[in-house]
């Protein structure tokens, strides 16, 4: 989870939160600056007092960093002894401020490996994202999921979610692997997600 250092100070129970449960805990500058308004020696100053007042909230410090924006430069590559993350799925969260629309977009994008971009700053994306995972959760089966299958989905404007059919097979009988992020037709987003039934076989 990317933070910025300034939430950190003004919401430390739900940072102390995020480390009891076990999540990681990325750097996101202090206050969401951009790294190409950055110097190199900028750059190490805002990693130090992001690092020290994590430290002093939570007990641990950041392991990986997400450039604001996603804007990386060389310097911050070169400068900042982590990895850096990039998301996958920009699910436009900010953007939207919509639930339906998050919601579409978190399960439009699900594939293996998949980043998902969001941020929890915004109410309608903590109920997009909650019922993203129900709706997911309620097409699981004993508690299994698979990104090998691929099973297509439509969308509906009312975020209600159908499956469409079966794996999707080529003419030798060979599972297609669903990739790629939903289109939309005639008002109905179609979406690609893996999906998998433990010991059971997609009619």
């Not at 594939?111 to 109920?127: C, E, F, M, R, S």
Request: aromatic residues 8%.
């Amino acid at each position: 989870m990317g933070k910025a250092g300034n939430r950190i100070k003004t919401t430390p129970e739900s940072v102390k939160r995020m480390a009891e449960e076990g999540h990681e805990i990325g750097y996101h500058t202090w206050s969401h600056t951009f790294f190409f308004n950055m110097t190199k020696k900028q750059i190490e100053d805002d990693l130090n007092t992001f690092q020290q007042k994590l430290m002093e909230v939570c007990g641990q410090k950041a392991t990986v960093y997400r450039a604001p924006g996603g804007n990386i430069t060389n310097t911050a590559l070169s400068t900042i002894p982590m990895p850096h993350i990039m998301w996958s799925v920009d699910t436009r969260d900010w953007e939207t401020r919509n639930t339906t629309a998050v919601k579409n977009a978190i399960i439009g994008g699900l594939k293996d490996g998949a980043i998902i971009l969001v941020h929890d700053i915004h109410a309608t994306t903590y109920y997009g994202t909650k019922e993203a995972i129900e709706a997911v959760k309620a097409m699981m089966v004993n508690g299994e999921w698979d990104v090998f299958s691929g099973v297509k989905l439509q969308i509906a404007a009312d975020g209600t979610i159908t499956k469409v059919d079966a794996p999707l097979m080529d003419n030798a009988g060979n599972e297609i692997v669903a990739a790629g992020g939903p289109s939309v037709e005639d008002g109905v987003i179609t979406g690609t997600m893996n999906y998998f039934v433990a010991g059971v076989e997609e009619a």
